[in-house]
Structures are given as C-alpha cells and as structure tokens.
C-alpha cells in the first residue's frame, strides 16, 4: 500500500481507514511544522512582534549605531562614541573587547558609597579633544576608591530578563542558606529599593534605567533624566569643552533604545545534529544539574503578563538566577548597592558560545578557565567540576557549547 | 482688644500660608510618583511620599505652556538606611486637566554621611 500526503493538496492515496488517518496526521504535522515561526538569528527581533513593534525596533537600532560627536552631545567625558561600538560581537547587540574601570568605595558591611559625588562608579577612559587641549586626558580612580575591570554584556534577551517579575527573582532568595546546600544567594536592591537585576552586581532594576544611564556614563550624553554632564571626579565640566545643548537627546530616543534591546530576541540555543555531540552535551546537561551548577545558574525563568505579545509569559532560558552571591576573595572587587566586594550577580549564561572572553572582567580566556576561577558559594561545585574524568568534563563543556 | 484681633489676624494669615506651602510640598511630592529620574546605578523611581523625606523647592519658573522646578531633596527607601541628597529639575506642561509633570531630571545626587 503507498501512502502519500503533502501540503499542497492534503491527497491521499489508498483505501484503508487506517492508511487515511495516518496521512491525515502525517498533513496536519507537515502543515504545523510548516506554520512554526522560525527561531530568530542572533541579532534579529522576537518573535511574534507587531508591525509596529518591528518598525520601533529598526528606529531604535538606529540610535543604537548613531555615532556622536561633540557637536551631537559626545563628552566631554565618555568610554565610546555610540552604543555599537562596544556592543557589536559577533553581531549589533552582542560583546565587545572594550574593558571599562568601575570604582566605589566600600566602607563597612551593607555600606558602599557609589561616589556618585566624585563622578560616580563609571570611571570615564576617553576625554573630547576640548577637554584633552586643558590638559584633561580621562576621569581618574578616585582615592581610597577599590576599582574593577568590566566587560561589555551581550544585551540578547533581554526584554524577557526585564519582564521577569521580582516575585520570580525573590522566590529564588536563600540568604541564610536555610537549604544547607552552601549557597546562598539575594538580591541586591537599587539605590530606590527596587529589585536590581542588571549589572554584573544587579544593581539596576529594569532596561529602561539601564539604557537612560548608558548614555550619559558612556557617551557623556546628557538626557532630560540625567541634564547635566557627568563631572570630572565631581568637578563640572568647563563649560567652553562642552558644544552641545542639554539636553543633547530627547527623551524618545531612550524610548527607542530601550525597544530595540526589549525586543532584540535571546540567542538560538545549539541543536548538535551528530548523535555523538547530542549525547555528551545531553549527559552534559545531567551534570550541570548534579554539580549544582543549576542552583545558581537557573535555566529558566518565565515571564510576567504583558500587553506586548512577544514578552507575554514566556519562557526564557537565562541560565542565572538574577541574585548575587559571593564569589570568594580571588574575584573580589567592588561594592556596588547591596552587594559586597566578592558578590556578583550570577551570570546569564544564555548566548556562552558566541562570547570570546568569560567572566564579569573577560579576564578568562575558556570556559573551563572561568570555571576554575569560581570560588566562595560556587567553590564545591568548581571543585567538584575539576573532580570529573576527562570524559565528564568535555560533556559538561560540551552542554555549554549549546548555550 | 483690636490689638488681640490683630494678633490673632497674623496668626491665622501666617498658619494658612504655612498650611499652603506645606501642601503645595505634598502636592509636588504625589506628582512625582511613578516618575524616574537619573539612569543606571543613579536612577531614582519615586513609589512613594514616605521615600521623600524632604523636599525644598528652591525656585520656579513658569511661562504660559511650561513650569520648570528645582528642587532639593532627601531621599531614602524604604526599609534602607541610606540617605541621598538629590538636586532635581522637574519640569511641568500645561494640559488640558491642569498641571502634569513631563519628566524630572537628576541634577547632583550625594550620599548623606
């Protein structure tokens, strides 16, 4: 008997009941499978997103690549000259090799000061020429201030990391370790009080906030939220280095960055198609869970309500649980809102294979070496990762490759 | 007597005035609710009177259309211990209902000893 069935014309061919239901079916999945969205490409919106929501997209896209000037609002202070310029490997949104210089000043537990009145904890590395020609190169360290390297984040997915709510991110909470399981994560809070989730020390609370801050510590663009520029270690700018009118962007263009970064779709997972690579990176993931690296490392978190469709309680592999959690001594470095010298925020492990360096600093070169250099909460399941074969090893690392 | 009511005139002038100024503060305070001002770690939402706990307005300036005030303030979270002294721009338009703030802007923001 043949049995055939296409898209197309749904024919069935053959006389059976049993022949007709099986083709039927074998259409009905075609067709479905036909109908799938296809999983967006690193650096392509969400899914499921409106005309109008694509079109606020490509309008924020173009703010994110505009490169300023003086004349347009850069500086005098600032690290880049647009947001692509450190946000741009292997595609618009994604990593980049710049390094940037954070301080604060940690003065006793549960009390950080931010130095928010010494230029605050962005140390600026670039200076305009206008301030270059006083004899002003860059923002320096200020004094006693404890100082850390921090590389550039992939910002895909998250839209859906903004979206998750903070009774998500808090039902996570173990801070008395009450478990016993050694791990014992929190939030850290804004300076507001609100749960932070952003930051390599979760110290910002949504993208918005995020985004309104980028411009004016990284670009010295002044915004309505933020009019003034940035001063140099808390003195003001000269005002004969400074060309552009304050506010130098309108408030529509945080607006606009904002949805392109909501909107810009999480990295594609990984889907070895060799049975080998499958069955290590499965066997892979069995010990990421075993190792308890999953504790930390949550994989999936899901979304609250929303009005827009593409963010509305959806399931987003984050791979972190958004809290903080103390590292040890050897990763130890500023305090910032809440969070001690030796937290950090779990990082996001979704999009892993497409960065080049790891950890919060990219000071390590392998995924294996960042791994070796957890300590504090995560020492047993560092420990316990060095423990494996050479067989365990590569499928944990194989899993990750599918990150 | 006419010195008693005169008294009591200037007292009661003064406690109105007081009583205006101490609810044109409140009234400043509920409309800054649910605004954002500053960015990134120097971002302050305003959620709720209590987290103002103090607010100057040190000058005003208002043309048909447009209101800009400055203000200083202390802040504090609730349930933190941190204080912020924050300078703020807050910047009104005239709608069809009356005054609306269109945004508010972080001028200095300091961390109280």
New interface residues.
């Given amino acids: 008997m043949k049995v055939t069935a296409t898209c197309q014309s749904g024919s069935l061919e053959g006389n059976s009941k049993t022949a007709q239901a099986v083709g039927a079916l074998l259409c009905c999945l075609l067709v479905s499978g036909c109908k799938t969205p296809k999983e967006p490409e690193l650096g392509e919106p969400l899914a499921e997103l409106t005309p109008e929501q694509q079109a606020q997209f490509r309008a924020g896209q173009d703010v994110f690549d505009r490169v300023f000037t003086p004349e347009t609002g850069l500086g005098p202070l600032f690290n880049s000259v647009s947001c692509a310029e450190c946000h741009e490997d292997p595609v618009r949104g994604g990593t980049g090799d710049e390094v940037e210089v954070h301080a604060t000043r940690f003065t006793s537990p549960g009390a950080c000061d931010e130095l928010f009145d010494k230029g605050g904890p962005v140390i600026q590395q670039d200076a305009t020429e206008l301030l270059k020609a006083i004899g002003i190169l860059k923002e320096q360290v200020p004094a006693k201030a404890a100082q850390a390297r921090r590389s550039t984040p992939p910002l895909f997915g998250f839209g859906l990391v903004d979206g998750i709510p903070d009774s998500t991110i808090l039902s996570h909470e173990d801070p008395y370790d009450r478990d016993h399981n050694g791990i014992s994560g929190r939030a850290n809070r804004a300076i507001d009080g609100r749960v932070g989730r952003f930051g390599r020390k979760a110290a910002v609370a949504t993208l918005f906030d995020f985004n309104a801050g980028a411009f004016p510590q990284e670009q010295g663009v002044t915004t309505p939220l933020s009019p003034v520029e940035e001063t140099i270690n808390g003195t003001p700018v000269p005002p004969e280095t400074d060309p552009a009118r304050d506010p130098e962007i309108p408030l529509a263009d945080i607006e606009k960055v904002t949805a392109f970064t909501r909107f810009l779709a999480p990295p594609p997972r990984q889907h070895f198609t060799n049975f080998l690579d499958a069955h290590l990176a499965r066997r892979g993931e069995r010990l990421f869970a075993e190792l308890k690296c999953a504790v930390c490392h949550v994989p999936k978190m899901k979304t609250g309500p929303s009005p827009i469709k593409a963010l509305d309680r959806k399931t987003v592999a984050l791979y972190s649980d958004l809290l903080v959690h103390d590292m040890g001594p050897a990763l130890t470095d500023i305090c910032l809102g809440q969070a001690l010298p030796s937290e950090f925020r779990t990082e996001m492990l979704m999009g892993l294979r497409f960065r080049e360096h790891f950890l919060h600093d990219g000071s390590a070169e392998s995924v294996e070496g960042a791994i070796e250099r957890h300590g504090g909460e995560a020492a047993r399941s560092r420990d316990k990762f060095k423990a494996l074969d050479k067989k365990d090893k590569k499928a944990l690392l194989k899993f990750l490759e599918t990150l | 007597m006419k010195n008693l009511t005169s008294l009591i005139a200037v007292l009661a002038i003064a406690a109105l005035t007081v009583s205006a100024a101490l609810s044109e503060i409140e009234q400043m305070k509920a409309d800054l609710i649910g605004h954002?001002?500053?960015?990134?770690?120097?971002?302050?939402?305003?959620?709720s009177t209590d987290?103002i706990k103090q607010l100057v307005i040190k000058s005003r300036v208002e043309d048909g259309r447009r209101q800009v005030c400055l203000l200083a303030l202390q802040?504090q979270?609730?349930?933190?211990?941190?204080r912020?002294a924050a300078e703020a721009?807050v910047?009104y338009w005239r709608t069809p209902t009356g005054w609306k703030v269109d945004?508010?802007?972080?001028?200095?923001?300091?961390?109280m000893e």
């Fill in positions: 954002t001002m500053g960015g990134r770690e120097k971002t302050w939402k305003f959620q987290q802040l979270a609730t349930n933190a211990t941190e912020y721009k910047e945004h508010v802007g972080l001028l200095s923001l300091k961390k």
